[in-house]
């Protein structure tokens, strides 16, 4: 409702497609009027729209579908803003990017988004290469002729059994949610057309066996002393607590250790 109010009494709107934004606001009764501001018109358009807003006019900023700036245009006419002195105000809403990580079942308390992926094939696993051995979440957009494409070299740079959710049109009609092995995940995509087809979040577990930190023999010694006090879940918490790692490396890590001892 705070969105509804401030779209209706704004005297401007600035919007990545005017077509589209336009039935969303007639659906609600708004008639502020709209301009388009997107990737293409963004570098030219906020100079003119920082003079507007210093001539005493008031604007909003919204996109197609999620969250102005994550992976959309705005980050140019904030900047502006910011360096003319204008107050940039957000107005809470969906966002594609934490919707997807929520019903992941993925660890949450350390997560990378990353955005979209190259087209290519080729730079794209050069591009996933340093991906592979982080330990925490990692969260990617994609589209629907890539999808496929995509999920193949996460099976082949990641590995075909990372854990993976696979999230589709997030809170649209056809919400797809889609949980397991990435080889899994691949395989339905792959099987079903209309898996095809729309807005992709795929959120992929961390790797199991990433580097703990920047000095192992600490972090084992750290964990190993921990041991002989504390069950396994107290130490991983505790440990992530004083050394800055994730608590599931952590774990993962004494559950080893406990196991050679």
Not at 22 to 42: D, M, S
Not at 129 to 147: D, M, N
Request: glycine share 6%; charged share 25%.
């Amino acid at each position: 409702m705070r969105a509804v109010e401030i779209l209706s009494s704004v005297s401007r709107i600035y919007a990545e497609d005017t077509r589209h934004s336009q039935q969303l606001l007639r659906h609600y009764g708004i008639e502020t009027r709209l301009h388009a501001l997107h990737e293409h018109n963004e570098a030219a358009r906020a100079q003119a729209v920082v003079k507007y807003l210093q001539t005493g006019g008031s604007a909003a900023l919204i996109t197609d579908a999620g969250t102005p700036l994550i992976s959309d245009p705005g980050y140019r006419l904030v900047r502006a803003c910011h360096d003319a002195g204008i107050v940039v105000s957000p107005i809470p809403g969906a966002s594609a990017l934490t919707a997807a990580l929520s019903v992941s079942g993925l660890p949450t308390d350390r997560f990378l988004f990353v955005g979209f992926p190259p087209a290519k094939s080729a730079a794209r696993r050069q591009w996933l290469e340093p991906l592979a051995v982080a330990g925490h979440t990692l969260i990617l957009f994609e589209s629907p002729h890539r999808i496929v494409g995509s999920l193949s070299d996460l099976a082949e740079v990641l590995g075909a059994d990372r854990e993976m959710t696979l999230a589709r049109e997030l809170t649209k009609r056809f919400e797809t949610l889609i949980h397991g092995r990435i080889d899994e995940v691949l395989l339905r995509v792959k099987e079903d057309p209309n898996q095809q087809r729309g807005e992709f979040v795929l959120v992929v577990a961390g790797s199991s066996s990433a580097v703990l930190s920047a000095s192992e023999t600490e972090t084992d010694r750290l964990l190993l002393t921990l041991l002989k006090h504390m069950p396994v879940k107290t130490v991983a918490k505790c440990a992530a607590e004083i050394s800055g790692i994730s608590r599931k490396q952590a774990y993962d890590r004494a559950i080893d250790l406990q196991g050679k001892n």
